[in-house]
């Protein structure tokens, strides 16, 4: 665990510095402007001072599978408790003087080595007086929304450094306006967007209960509706009879072809007869996906050698690491983009930006209900950061 202070003539220079002797992962724990120098308290120098530090330890703890994960932090845990009371006893020894300034300033750091332990507890609510009393909401905020560590350290990174450069109150109370701007860049590099066209074959694969025929059948209408494509269905999920009817129900309203499929063959066949239509949307059966016999299945019946887009659909009322889990569990397939459901169904979106940043992979939709074809939305990162910072 390594703490140390910076001095820098201006807060970039000092978040530069804090990046090279620390590395990225270095968390803030305090800033202030200080004043050096001067003649009878003229002429005197601005500086800004940055307390930072990094634990190595929790830094490493991240990359560690999850059941090496579970006793790392209880070690991390036990070293921190050790930690804590050896400077406690260390603390209660000292002969403090309230006139002397060299033991006022110790104290001051023992107190922020105690908070930095406390940081080190991944489970522990975030310590609100790490940053400017402005961007303390923003904090907070990334905590309930369930941000992962290295995107939470990124943008309160980015936020305090740019916070320091306005030079207006106004600017520097608008928060939401800077979080959107550091969102922004983030998602520059991903892809968003629905159905592109590109490819002559939709493939939608996820878990149980995730809405995936209902997903579908909203993909169909905006792109007989609003893009006047011919679009033809495919199901290979046999295993739900209501399932059948219901995307035949749908076909029937939107004047769609639908081929059910049971083997490989059957599939080979409905792209033969489908060869004239724009779009073939193809469902799958929601299966455990624990189970990696269910995803072998796949290979079964679908054709994946062929030219396709395939999206993965996840519902954002579900654990981060069933997330995770599940995209390894099909990224066997290869997944072009996600689809994030019932987001009228909860208030924490910050698993869609864990997500991103873990598998670099975008987001093709963002469903908000069960209407068909209305409660859909095509994803952006305009879409992603409002959601986020505004809400449902």
Known sequence: MKIKKFTAGSMPDAMKTVRNELGHEAVILNSRIIYTGGFLGFFRKKNFEVIAAVDPKVEQDFKTSPKEKGKKVSAIRSESRFEKKSIEEENSNINISQSSKENDLLIKEINELKSLIKLSNSESKPLLTAYPEPIQGIQNWMYEQELSPTLKNRFLTALTEKWFTLSSNEEKGDTKKILKEEMFKF?????????????????????????????????????????????????????????????????????????????????????????????????????????????DDLFQVIDFEMEMETFLVLALTAKQKDMEDIFEQFSAVGISKFIFTKADETSVYGSMMNMMEKFNIGVAYVTTGQNVPDDMISASSEVISNLLIEGY
């Not at 749908?250 to 007869?273: G, H, M, R, W």
Request: hydrophobic fraction near 40%; aromatic fraction near 12%.
């Open 187 to 295: 998602l520059s590099d991903k892809h968003f967007g629905g159905v592109t066209f590109t490819k002559k074959f939709v493939n939608v694969l996820g878990p149980t209960g995730v809405g995936k025929t209902t997903t579908l059948a909203k993909i169909a209408a905006d792109c007989v509706l609003n893009h006047k494509k011919k679009v033809a269905f495919i199901t290979t999920d046999t295993y739900r009879i209501a399932a059948i009817d219901q995307l035949k129900t749908y076909a029937q309203i939107l004047n769609i072809p639908l081929e059910v499929c049971y083997s490989l063959e059957d599939f080979k066949a409905a792209t033969i007869k489908f060869n004239h239509y724009d779009v073939v949307l193809i469902d799958t059966a929601g299966r455990n996906f624990r189970n990696k016999k269910y995803i």
